[in-house]
């Protein structure tokens, strides 16, 4: 670049000079064309990948290069120069080395793409060319008088290195016009001696051409380009085939060349090909742009299947469960939502691993979604939960919820698999998307928190074994506690996770008497006020107790809400009325009743009888009248018979 700098500054001021001109004119402008020429012929010799194409490539610049030296140092210096001469033969010689170099080395660097792709080449190349032939038609002025090889020769020149720089157009096109030095250099430099070209056709055509002059400096700068190219980062790459901006924006600026060409052709008239390659171009641009739009359609249609679909089971996910709820809603038509969680899969993937937990999910979600095509769809959350919505009119509820649970089993030696739901009528039972679906989750968790291994199930085991071994008559009380407040809760219209609640407030809510001494809890006389406090206090320490276990939250409220009063005068905090949670008023008169009935140390015992006559007298004081009401008339009837009949034995855990 130094050497070309130097020229350049020979160009403006010293042409002419003695001395200086011999030296410029044929040695370092020689030498200079040289050096590029030995470079890219390094590059061929030196690095494998890539040989043949910088090979063609040194092979074009030295067939310039001869044509220099025949020029410079012989044809120069003659009185009469013949044209075409061998000068132009060597010259001309060297564009199908080129062409043919260029080509291999974009064959090289590009991959297989998709053939729309070559629409962007051609849609490069021809508005390149479009605008070369324009801008050279002052140039071709006269270039096509004389005879045919001289005519030939004349269109040899701009003809070669329009179709040059078009290629590299092209090539640029076909990789997505990505950032990439060497292209760019090579573009440069052709554009550049393209130019250069077009000056020295203009002056021969004029006033004559004159040595040492700045066209002479452009070729310099063009060979030395294509030389720094061979030398410039250039990885191979696939052509894009992603819907870039660049893939719309580009065709559209070439479709504006094409304009302006054609615009311009009525103020200044140009060659015939230029106005014929800008209409070609602008076809190129319009079948382009039909296939942009196309695959964008198409991008679009699949953007959106995607994001309404599971990628690994191929269901519908939760955006298009909630899209498929809102319609369904809409249109007010009898829905079943079940929400299901398989129980025993975290195992399953711990013991045979995420691919095989991955395979499991897919054969599970193919036999849901076949158990339930008929009347409605299935749907995957994430993780291991499943989903169906589904219509209500070819099977009954029951029949859809046993044909779903039954396709998510799956059992072998070492594994079975189960679930847990949760379902819900629509909209019978809510007009709202983001209800129906907590409704369902809390009635799935409610039921997978009843079943045997659950964590729930399993803390109130411990709790419960711990509170028997501590103390045997206690337990005895807590279950027979239990079984009555299931009973209420299923009277008083509660769901199903509300009644479990209730039964494990009801299993619990004593649980705090541990830390009570023994001849407190068995005193036969009235006890005192720093005995009261011990018994008051024990709510709060219940409630500790419970909600050491984050998934017994819920049922530590109740127990320490158990010993509340409608009237506000009970512990620990004097709540009343209302605001005392419905499953700890249930919890308080079950746990009057059959205290009653069991009789302590400090009262004695009373029939069932008695205990509602007591019940009735307490309440809208100490029990919520209305709840007494339901026990009085739903409940009691079916306790009668515990007159005569033994206390229940102690369980861990009571049925729901």
Avoid at 3 to 21: F, Q
Avoid at 278 to 307: D, Q
Avoid at 337 to 356: I, Q, V
Wanted: hydrophobic letters at 50%.
């Amino acid at each position: 670049m130094a050497g070309c700098l130097a020229h350049g500054l020979y160009a403006v001021g010293g042409v002419g000079k003695p001395g200086l001109s011999e030296f410029f004119d044929e040695w370092v402008y020689t030498g200079l064309v040289a050096v590029a020429t030995l470079i890219c012929l390094l590059r061929a010799v030196l690095v494998r990948h890539e040989r043949t194409a910088w090979t063609l490539i040194a092979f074009g610049l030295a067939s310039w290069l001869a044509g220099d030296i025949v020029w410079t140092f012989k044809l120069s210096r003659l009185e009469e120069i013949p044209y075409p001469s061998v000068a132009d033969a060597l010259y001309v010689a060297g564009y199908p080395l080129l062409y043919a170099g260029i080509a291999l080395l974009a064959r090289a660097r590009l991959r297989s793409t998709d053939r729309t792709v070559w629409l962007d080449g051609l849609i490069g190349a021809s508005a390149v060319a479009s605008v070369a032939l324009a801008f050279l038609q002052p140039a071709l002025a006269g270039t096509t008088e004389g005879d045919f090889t001289t005519v030939l020769v004349n269109l040899a020149y701009p003809l070669g290195d329009v179709m040059l720089l078009s290629l590299v157009v092209g090539a640029m096109a076909l990789g997505g016009w990505r950032a990439d030095a060497a292209w760019g250099l090579l573009a440069f430099g052709l554009l550049v001696t393209a130019v250069a070209d077009a000056v020295y056709l203009k002056q021969e055509a004029t006033t004559g051409f004159t040595s040492g002059t700045w066209p002479d400096t452009m070729w310099l700068l063009g060979s030395a380009a294509i030389a720094a190219a061979a030398w410039a980062p250039g990885a191979r790459q696939a052509a894009s085939t992603l819907l870039t901006r660049r893939q719309f924006v580009l065709p559209v600026f070439f479709a504006c060349v094409a304009v302006v060409v054609q615009m311009y052709d009525h103020f200044e008239r140009v060659s015939t090909p230029a106005i014929w390659l800008a209409g070609l171009t602008l076809v190129l641009v319009a079948v382009r742009m039909a296939i942009f739009f196309g695959k964008y359609a198409t991008l679009l249609r699949h953007t959106r299947t995607e994001a309404l679909t599971d990628p690994l089971t191929g269901l519908g996910n939760r955006r298009s469960l909630l899209r498929d709820l809102d319609v369904a809603l809409e249109r007010r038509d009898p829905r079943l939502l079940a929400l299901f969680d398989l129980d025993g899969f975290k195992s399953y993937n711990d013991a045979f691993g995420h691919p095989a937990g991955d395979a499991l999910l897919v054969r599970l979600g193919k036999k849901l979604s076949e158990a339930v095509e008929a009347d409605g769809r299935a749907y995957r959350l994430g993780g291991d939960e499943f989903c169906i919505l589904s219509a209500l009119d070819l099977r009954s509820r029951g029949d859809l919820l046993a044909a779903a649970s039954a396709a998510l089993c799956e059992d072998g030696d070492a594994f079975t698999i189960t679930s847990s739901h949760g379902a819900a009528v629509l909209p019978e039972e809510t007009d709202e998307a983001s209800d129906a679906l907590r409704l369902v989750d809390r009635r799935m968790y409610a039921q997978k928190g009843t079943r045997d291994g659950s964590a729930e199930h399993q803390t109130s085991n411990v709790l419960l074994r711990t509170l028997h071994e501590r103390e045997p008559q206690l337990g005895q009380h807590i279950e027979s506690v239990a079984l009555v407040a299931a009973k209420l809760a299923r009277a008083v219209g509660l769901d199903g996770e509300a009644i479990d609640v209730v039964v494990r407030g009801a299993q619990l809510h004593d649980i705090g008497k541990m830390a009570i001494p023994d001849a407190i809890l068995r005193k036969p006389e009235p006890l005192d006020e720093h005995e009261w406090d011990l018994i008051r206090g024990h709510t709060l320490t219940g409630e500790r107790i419970v909600a050491s276990a984050p998934a017994l939250f819920p049922v530590a409220q109740l127990v320490r809400s158990s010993h509340e009063r409608w009237d506000g005068d009970g512990y620990p905090d004097g709540l009343a009325g209302e605001r005392i949670p419905q499953g700890a008023r249930i919890i308080a008169i079950c746990d009057a009743f059959e205290a009653m009935i069991e009789g302590r140390p400090w009262q004695p015992l009373k029939t069932p009888a008695a205990a509602l006559a007591e019940l009735r007298r307490c309440a809208g004081s100490q029990f919520d009248p209305e709840l007494v009401d339901i026990f009085a008339e739903q409940v009691y009837p079916s306790l009668v018979s515990r007159d005569a009949a033994p206390p229940p034995p102690p369980a861990v855990a009571a049925p729901v």
